[in-house]
């Protein structure tokens, strides 16, 4: 086994109110688990046909381990961008560089917010390091891996499949989305977005 599920930096009734503990155990036990095992899956499979030398079927399994390997990458990371100590403002130079881009911090909510609620069916919103132009963008990624910004780092994802939120918000995503803000762990944020800037 290549991939292993992470632990929790927390406990699953650490976020709530925001995300309550039944949804945190379900989406950790069994979501994020099936991304695992389904990237290494895909990665016994490969090995399977370069073994034999038969290459049959390569594209479902390429597409599997792209799927399965991103749900697991996206997921890593949107556990550690929450905290029960979360919410509040970022500072310094993660907040200097929102204002240059955004023009505030509240324009910065508005457009991810937007950009959360609006996703297509399923997937996330997330603000990524572009290292090529050295700035921030908000993006959207339908399921795990499509409308990905191809080289850009991810700093803050927003996971909106229903799995993430339908059994506490039912249908109202943008409650769930509004209400999340109180749990972003923005010193994780900066952290990333230091780590990002210095690897260029």
């Known amino acids: 086994m290549v991939y292993e599920l992470p632990d929790?930096?927390?406990a699953y009734d650490a976020l709530e109110p925001t995300i309550d503990a039944?949804?945190?155990e379900l989406h950790h036990s069994a979501h994020h688990q099936g991304y695992?095992?389904?990237?290494?899956a895909a990665l016994d499979e490969l090995?399977?046909?370069r073994e034999s030398g038969d290459f049959e079927g390569i594209k479902h399994v390429k597409r599997d381990l792209s799927f399965n390997l991103s749900g697991h990458v996206n997921h890593s990371i949107f556990w550690e961008n929450m905290s029960p100590d979360g919410g509040g403002e970022p500072s310094g130079e993660l907040a200097a560089a929102i204002d240059e881009e955004f023009g505030s911090v509240d324009a910065f909510r508005s457009e991810f917010g937007e950009a959360a609620k609006a996703v297509e069916s399923n997937g996330w919103a997330w603000l990524f390091y572009e290292p090529v132009g050295d700035r921030l963008v908000v993006g959207q990624v339908e399921s795990q891996n499509r409308l990905a910004h191809q080289g850009a780092i991810p700093l803050l994802g927003l996971d909106v499949w229903e799995h993430a939120y339908y059994l506490q918000y039912e249908n109202e995503r943008g409650e769930y989305v509004d209400s999340w803000w109180d749990v972003v762990d923005w010193d994780d944020v900066a952290a990333r977005y230091d780590d990002a800037r210095t690897e260029e």
């Not at 695992?36 to 290494?40: L, M």
């Open 47 to 49: 090995e399977r046909m």
């Open 22 to 24: 039944r949804i945190m």
């Open 36 to 40: 695992v095992d389904g990237a290494n």
């Open 8 to 10: 929790l930096p927390y």
